[in-house]
């Protein structure tokens, strides 16, 4: 059989008799007749076990005769179509899961053959796991809108009115991606559903919703509601590795900052501080930054002292670090608030480079907003004319307009009474919007 194709029983009497270049009554021997494997081969009758035995039986005689091996058996005769594309959707995901960390366009030939397949065998549980072998492809390289689009069509597969088992594991990952594409409601949804439903799920399922919930709550600016949860993830401190503890020490001491409470978040930051590792240059720099502008925040001259901390350990950060666009991001803010602007404008660009690298939309689209902010202020149409074309891939990109890059771009040129520009990118909206 054919990787992707799903024969007939009169298909695959035509394909054995083509093969051994034989008439229909060689086949029949004397049990059965002509007419019928005429009629199994217009697929008006189906082939029996009986009736594929004597085939078989027949056509090992005639290899025999013939000095040809006969390959086929009984069972491939009587495999029905359904089985047959069981088998071709095992193989496609045999193949999608050994291709989910190839570098170049493999996985996705496969998967857009896999989906063309499945046109016609709509098989459930095949379809879930390839959505989500998708949905797991896509958000390892960082592609979250892709990523998201294939999570959710794996959770329309499974029930929500059952609670099947297999979707908690989907909510997860789309309680994640859902965070990287600035969904932040969508990833409420998801954890709440969970958390709400799922009561037998285990302690480190739970710490994951709980801290996704809050990232989430976070980003809307409801700081209680994340303090509320990150109390309950301190409760359980013991069940949380190291690295997991300190997001949830760090997301405390922001929320803290984001409240002004910032005698508190310093507090915590401290704390953190004192149980880092020497070494641990990449978790120290970021309790530093943040340090920092807790102080920038109080107009306190120790933000000096605490930057130092962050320069010195800038040039011991690998460039691979998970959160290197967010670090250069912050030191940029921070240079911006020293007024030290080409400081801020060489970590502004490098974020920016490092955003797009890693596909990092929310962190490509607030360094594009500090840029614009930088050059307008210097009134630099050259620069603000290149930001211009990223914003155009980054729409591209996102499949959204981000409206406060918009308006920046538009006030900008609309001081410099640029028509031509505002003309050009009021099309670019109008046409992506079609």
């Not at 240079?335 to 955003?355: F, P, R, V």
């Not at 607030?366 to 603000?384: G, K, N, R, V």
Request: glycine fraction near 2%; aromatic fraction near 12%.
């Amino acid at each position: 059989m054919e990787k992707s194709v799903v024969l007939s029983d009169g298909d695959k009497l035509k394909r054995i008799r083509r093969k051994y270049v034989l008439k229909q009554e060689e086949i029949t021997g004397k049990e059965i007749t002509r007419n019928l494997i005429s009629e199994i081969e217009t697929n008006k009758a189906s082939i029996t076990k009986k009736t594929a035995e004597i085939i078989i039986k027949n056509l090992k005689e005639i290899g025999k005769k013939r000095n040809f091996e006969v390959t086929e058996t009984v069972d491939y005769l009587m495999e029905n179509q359904l089985v047959q594309a069981t088998k071709v959707l095992d193989n496609y995901i045999n193949e999608l899961e050994a291709l989910s960390i190839s570098k170049d366009n493999s996985f996705i030939k496969t998967l857009k053959d896999a989906e063309s397949f499945l046109i016609d065998w709509d098989i459930k549980d095949k379809k879930l796991r390839i959505y989500e072998l998708a949905g797991d492809y896509f958000c390892n390289n960082n592609e979250m809108y892709e990523s998201a689009i294939y999570y959710e069509k794996a959770s329309a597969l499974v029930s929500r009115i059952f609670l099947d088992n297999k979707l908690l594991p989907i909510l997860r990952k789309l309680s994640v991606v859902y965070i990287y594409t600035a969904k932040y409601n969508s990833s409420l949804d998801s954890c709440n559903f969970a958390l709400d439903y799922f009561k037998d799920m285990s302690n480190n399922e739970k710490a994951v919703f709980l801290h996704n919930r809050a990232l989430s709550y976070r980003a809307l600016k409801n700081y209680d509601l994340a303090l509320q949860d990150i109390r309950t993830l301190e409760n359980m401190a013991n069940e949380l590795d190291k690295q997991k503890y300190f997001e949830v020490l760090n997301l405390k001491a922001i929320c803290l900052k984001s409240k002004n409470d910032l005698e508190n978040a310093l507090t915590v930051y401290n704390s953190m501080i004192n149980f880092l590792d020497d070494n641990d240059f990449e978790k120290k720099i970021i309790v530093y930054i943040n340090i920092a502008e807790a102080y920038m925040e109080r107009n306190d001259d120790k933000l000096n002292e605490e930057f130092n901390n962050v320069k010195e350990l800038l040039f011991k950060i690998n460039n691979n670090y998970e959160y290197i666009t967010d670090i250069y991001f912050e030191v940029a803010k921070i240079y911006k608030y020293l007024k030290n602007t080409s400081k801020a404008e060489e970590y502004y660009m490098k974020a920016l480079k490092s955003a797009k690298l890693k596909h990092e939309c929310v962190l490509e689209s607030d360094t594009l907003c500090a840029l614009i902010d930088i050059y307008s202020e210097l009134d630099d149409a050259e620069s603000i004319g290149k930001l211009k074309i990223e914003f155009f891939n980054l729409s591209n990109n996102q499949l959204a307009i981000n409206n406060i890059i918009l308006c920046k771009l538009i006030n900008f040129y609309n001081k410099k009474f640029s028509t031509e520009e505002i003309k050009e990118i009021s099309n670019f909206v109008l046409q992506f919007n079609m």
